[in-house]
């Protein structure tokens, strides 16, 4: 048995070592944000934060979250929260600027990739709240294992949802 910390809470994992995260999140601990896509660290639909660093969880041993801080998209709303120091009940009707701004642009087509981008926005706008939109472009397609596919092609509208993110992220700090 392994401990976990996994959007602020601390999980009992009963499981091998070299699991892969993502069986872990989904299977053990029911979180279905992240998506089983490729397997092989290709797509990013597994993505999930790491000690705020963006990571393919189907390529991840359970080990490397040992003693580290693993954030799904289920936990954007309440590290928002905490990133703003709202109170637990303003906590509780709050979504992550992202997510809104997802919405707002109705952005997800199938919503299958979805998971990994707003993950991958997350890590881009937590670093930098002013994008340019190649900046956004590179977050998105070189800054990582691969690229973040959607085989949709909703590429346009998630620049759109990320610039829109940034503007409510950066006067809020
Ligand atoms: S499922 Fe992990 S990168 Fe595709
Ligand atoms: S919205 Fe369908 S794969 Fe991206």
Redesign the pocket.
Known sequence: MVTITVNGVRREIQAPNDTPLLYVLRNDLELSGPQFGCGLSQCGSCSVLLDGKEIRSCVTPLSAALGKEVTTLEGLPARWAQQKGLSKVEAEKTLHPIQQAWIEEQT???????NGMMIKATELLERNTTPTVAEIKEAFTTSGPSAHL???G?YTSIIEAVQRAAQVMAKAR
């Open positions: 997800p087509l199938c919503g299958f990739c979805q959607c085989r949709c909703s």
